[in-house]
C-alpha cells in the first residue's frame, strides 16, 4: 500500500481573481486572503477545477468501473454515485445507499484525493480592474443596467504550487485513481484550464511553469523504512522516493473509447478547438483604467498587468463582449431578412440584450435578457438551471447568468514594446462654436499597438463555429474595434497571422466537427491534435462553409415560442415582449410599426 504526493507548479498566464465574497471602500470584489492576509488559492476551489475536468474525461477513458457517468452528468437523484470520480474526489450525494448499473449496493465515501490550499511565494499585492456593460445599440456604456463593477485581481505570471495526496489503495484502484488523475493534470499543463471568477472573461489560466513537471512522490508502507518515516515525521515527504516521468507513463498507459450518445449530452469530454490570433491596431487603442488614470495624471490610461506600463493588456471581458456584439448583429441581420412581420421577427430573434432586464414584472423591456424573460414570465425559477431550450443562440455561446459558457476569451498580452501617445480633447459649444467651459480632458493611448488573444471553446458545435468564423471574418477585414472612442477614430482592429488547434479524442469527435480524422496524438495529454494557420486558410474553406451553412440553418430554425406540457407549464424561452432595435426603421423594414411596439 502506498501513500503518494503529486506536486504541481503553475504560473497564471493571465490575472487572476478567487473572490472572497466581499468587497470594501476600494474595490466591489477582493481576492480572497487567510489570517495573514496572504493571497490564497483554496483547497475548495482547486479540487472543484480537478474534478470538473476528471468528471467530462472518466466516461472517455478505458477505467474499470460500473459507472463511468457521474450522476452530477446525467441526472442527481438523490444518491449515491459509486463512480470513478464520485470515488476519488468523494461522493456528491452522501445519503442512502443506491444500486449500480449491475445491482450492487453503492454506498457514499469521502475523497481519497487531499487538495491543499495554494499561496503565491512572497508578497504579491492585488490590482484593481474595472469593467462596465455595454448597451448593443448605442455602443455605450448601460445605464439602466447599472453594471459598473471592479474587482481585485492577482497579476500574470503568479506561481503557485498544486499540492495533492492521495489515500493508501489497492494495486489496482491506485492505477485507476492516477491515470485519471495524469489526465486530468495534463489539461493543466497544456494550458487549457482556468480557475476562480470570469474564467470566460479573461481571468485564471494557467499553465505549467517553464522547464519543470509535476513531482511524483510515495511511500511503501509495507516497507519498514518507509512506514517510519512516514509515522515520526510531521513532514515526511521530503524522504519519499520521487518518479519524475510519472505523468508521461500514466499518459502512456491511459486508453481512451468511444463516446456514445449519452455521453454526448451529457457534456462529457469529445473535443476543443484553441484559435490564437493577432489583433494589430492601425492607429490609436485605448482601454481605460481609472486606477491607471489616477497613477498616470491622465484623465484615460490604458489598463495594465499590475501596474507595470510595459505590458498593457486587453482585457477577456472587453475583447468578449465585442466578439459577441459582432455576432449579435449577424444573427439579427439574418433573422431580420428571413422575417415577414414584426410578430415573426419577436419570435424567432435568436439573441438577446444579456444586460437589458425588466424593472418589474409587468415592465417588459426591447430585447430583454433570456435570464430576465424566463423569471418574469414563470417558464423557470431564480435558482433553476437553465438547457438549450430556455436560451437564445447567443446565451448558448457566450453564456448567461444562468449557464456558463464553454467560450473562453484570455486576456490579451502585449506583443512587442508598447508606444504611448498624449492626446487632448475639448468638447465644442454648438452655440459659440468656441471650447464648452470645463469639458476639457487628455489620454494617454498606445499607438499602432499589436496584441495576441487566444479563444478557447470546449466541445464545440459545428453551428458555434460557423458563428465564430463570421464574427472574426469581420474583424480580419477591419471591421470590428475594441475600447474607448470608437466613433472617434479610436479602437479599430484588424485580426491577423491566426493559427487554430483542433483537439478531437478520436475520429467520432472528429466527424461531428466536419473534420476528415483525429489527427496526430498529442504526446502530452489523451487527445489528437490538427493544426491549422493562416497560410493554409483557402484548404479550409470548405469545411467552414459547412460550419456557416450550420450556422445559418440553426438561426432559420430557431423560435422562442413556448411549448407546453401536460402540466400546461411553458417549457422552453418565450417570445420576446418588445423590440425597439430598428428605431424609426421598424415602418419600412415590417410594414406595421403598431405592431413592432404593441
Known amino acids: 500500500?502506498?501513500?503518494?504526493?503529486?506536486?504541481?507548479?503553475?504560473?497564471?498566464?493571465?490575472?487572476?481573481?478567487?473572490?472572497?465574497?466581499?468587497g470594501d471602500a476600494v474595490t466591489d470584489a477582493l481576492v480572497r486572503r487567510d489570517g495573514a492576509g496572504r493571497p490564497v488559492l483554496p483547497g475548495t476551489s482547486l479540487a472543484g477545477a480537478l474534478r470538473e475536468i476528471a468528471t467530462r474525461l472518466?466516461?472517455?477513458?478505458?477505467?474499470?468501473?460500473?459507472?463511468?457517468?457521474?450522476?452530477?452528468?446525467?441526472?442527481?437523484?438523490?444518491?449515491?454515485?459509486?463512480?470513478?470520480?464520485?470515488?476519488?474526489?468523494?461522493?456528491?450525494?452522501?445519503?442512502?445507499?443506491?444500486?449500480d448499473n449491475v445491482g450492487q449496493t453503492v454506498v457514499a465515501t469521502a475523497a481519497r484525493l487531499w487538495v491543499y490550499d495554494a499561496y503565491p511565494p512572497g508578497n504579491t499585492s492585488g490590482w484593481i480592474r474595472d469593467g462596465v456593460g455595454i448597451e448593443r445599440a448605442a455602443r455605450v456604456a448601460h445605464r439602466k443596467g447599472r453594471v459598473k463593477f471592479d474587482l481585485e485581481t492577482l497579476p500574470p505570471g503568479t506561481k503557485f504550487e498544486l499540492r495533492l495526496e492521495l489515500e493508501a489503495g489497492t494495486p489496482e484502484q491506485q492505477a485507476v485513481e492516477e491515470k485519471l488523475i495524469a489526465a486530468v493534470l495534463a489539461e493543466w499543463a497544456a494550458g487549457r484550464t482556468a480557475i476562480g471568477g470570469r474564467t470566460s472573461r479573461g481571468l485564471g489560466s494557467l499553465k505549467l511553469q517553464e522547464n519543470l513537471?509535476?513531482?511524483?512522490?510515495?511511500?511503501?508502507?509495507?516497507?519498514?523504512?518507509?512506514?517510519?518515516?512516514w509515522l515520526s515525521e510531521d513532514d515526511p515527504w521530503p524522504r519519499a522516493q520521487t518518479n519524475p516521468g510519472w505523468l508521461t507513463a500514466r499518459l502512456g498507459g491511459a486508453r481512451t473509447q468511444p463516446a456514445n450518445l449519452q455521453a454526448r449530452q451529457a457534456g462529457v469530454a469529445q473535443s476543443w478547438v484553441r484559435l490564437t490570433v493577432d489583433l494589430a491596431a492601425p492607429g490609436a487603442l485605448l482601454v481605460n483604467s481609472p486606477v491607471t488614470s489616477v497613477l498616470s495624471g491622465f484623465d484615460h490610461a490604458p489598463l495594465l498587468a499590475a501596474g507595470d506600463r510595459d505590458h498593457p493588456v486587453l482585457p477577456g471581458s472587453g475583447l468578449k463582449g465585442a466578439l459577441r456584439s459582432q455576432a449579435e448583429r449577424i444573427a439579427r441581420t439574418l433573422a431580420t431578412q428571413a422575417a415577414t412581420d414584426a410578430t415573426d421577427f419577436l419570435e424567432t430573434c435568436p439573441v438577446c440584450s444579456p444586460v437589458m432586464s425588466r424593472p418589474k414584472p409587468d415592465q417588459p423591456q426591447p430585447q430583454e435578457s433570456c435570464d430576465s424573460l424566463l423569471e418574469a414570465l414563470g417558464v423557470l425559477k431564480s435558482t433553476d438551471d437553465a438547457g438549450d431550450r430556455h436560451l437564445c443562440l447567443a446565451c448558448q455561446?457566450?453564456?448567461?447568468?444562468?449557464?456558463?459558457?464553454?467560450?473562453?476569451?484570455?486576456?490579451?498580452?502585449?506583443?512587442?514594446?508598447?508606444?504611448?501617445?498624449?492626446?487632448?480633447?475639448?468638447?465644442?459649444?454648438?452655440?459659440?462654436?468656441?471650447?464648452?467651459?470645463?469639458?476639457?480632458?487628455?489620454a494617454a493611448v498606445l499607438w499602432t499597438p499589436r496584441f495576441k488573444v487566444v479563444l478557447y471553446l470546449e466541445n464545440p458545435l459545428q453551428w458555434e463555429l460557423g458563428w465564430l468564423v463570421l464574427a472574426l471574418r469581420d474583424f480580419q477585414e477591419g471591421l470590428g474595434t475594441v475600447g474607448f472612442g470608437a466613433a472617434k477614430g479610436f479602437g479599430r482592429v484588424e485580426a491577423e497571422a491566426w493559427r487554430t488547434e483542433f483537439g478531437c479524442l478520436d475520429d467520432g469527435d472528429a466527424h461531428a466537427l466536419g473534420l476528415a480524422?483525429?489527427?496526430t496524438r498529442d504526446p502530452r495529454s489523451l487527445y489528437h491534435l490538427q493544426i491549422v494557420d493562416q497560410g493554409e486558410a483557402q484548404a479550409w474553406k470548405q469545411i467552414a462553409d459547412g460550419w456557416v451553412s450550420r450556422f445559418v440553418a440553426q438561426v432559420e430554425a430557431?423560435?422562442?415560442?413556448?411549448?407546453?406540457?401536460?402540466?400546461?407549464?411553458?417549457?422552453?424561452?418565450?417570445?420576446?415582449?418588445?423590440?425597439?432595435?430598428?428605431?424609426?426603421?421598424?415602418?419600412?423594414?415590417?410594414g406595421n410599426e403598431e405592431a413592432v411596439h404593441a
Not at 5 to 21: D, E, S, W
Not at 63 to 80: M, T
Open 397 to 442: 455561446l457566450f453564456g448567461s447568468p444562468r449557464r456558463g459558457s464553454r467560450l473562453r476569451v484570455e486576456d490579451a498580452s502585449l506583443v512587442g514594446t508598447p508606444k504611448y501617445k498624449p492626446r487632448d480633447f475639448l468638447a465644442v459649444d454648438r452655440f459659440t462654436g468656441g471650447g464648452a467651459d470645463q469639458f476639457k480632458f487628455d
Open 58 to 99: 472518466a466516461p472517455r477513458l478505458d477505467l474499470p468501473s460500473a459507472r463511468p457517468l457521474c450522476k452530477a452528468l446525467d441526472g442527481n437523484d438523490g444518491k449515491p454515485c459509486g463512480c470513478v470520480v464520485c470515488q476519488l474526489f468523494g461522493d456528491i450525494n452522501p445519503g442512502q445507499p443506491s444500486e
Open 558 to 590: 430557431f423560435r422562442t415560442t413556448s411549448r407546453r406540457d401536460a402540466s400546461d407549464r411553458p417549457q422552453s424561452l418565450p417570445g420576446l415582449p418588445t423590440d425597439t432595435w430598428f428605431g424609426t426603421g421598424a415602418k419600412q423594414l415590417y
Open 213 to 229: 513537471t509535476p513531482v511524483y512522490r510515495g511511500f511503501d508502507l509495507q516497507q519498514q523504512a518507509d512506514l517510519l518515516a
Open 1 to 22: 500500500m502506498n501513500n503518494r504526493q503529486i506536486t504541481v507548479p503553475l504560473v497564471t498566464r493571465t490575472g487572476l481573481h478567487v473572490g472572497a465574497g466581499r
Open 517 to 519: 480524422g483525429k489527427g
